[in-house]
């Protein structure tokens, strides 16, 4: 297992940015993909985008496609995601993900992010 601690969220205006970061409990080069998932009030958990760590292949949903950037700092053992022109319809807990192989996976805590004018 890994732990996966986020950080980032908070409250923003529409049409504006924030960062979100996960940082892992070991070497990020041990994990085969890590991603970002969200889950807002009444619905499902969703995939916003996801990072193969060696490779560094990307996916994004479609709804953030354009807007929102993942990216990996292998030194840091730290992702990220950058969310630019957010929408009210991006308000959700953030979570990260680990996928460490075989049917492994570890998740974050979440981290709430809120967009509201």
């Known amino acids: 297992q890994v732990q996966l601690v986020e950080s980032g969220g908070g409250l923003v205006q529409p049409g504006g940015s924030l960062r979100l970061s996960c940082t892992t409990s070991r070497s990020i080069f041990s994990i085969v993909a890590m991603g970002w998932y969200r889950q807002a009030p009444g619905k499902q958990r969703e995939l916003v985008a996801t990072?193969?760590?060696?490779?560094?292949?990307?996916n994004y949903a479609d709804s953030v496609k354009g807007r929102f950037t993942i990216s990996r700092a292998i030194s840091k053992n730290t992702i990220y995601l950058q969310m630019n022109s957010l929408k009210p319809e991006d308000t959700a807990v953030y979570y990260c993900?680990?996928?460490?192989?075989?049917?492994?996976?570890?998740w974050g805590q979440g981290t709430q992010v809120t967009v509201s004018s």
């Open positions: 990072i193969t760590i060696i490779t560094s292949n990307t």
């Open positions: 993900s680990a996928d460490l192989g075989g049917s492994s996976s570890s």
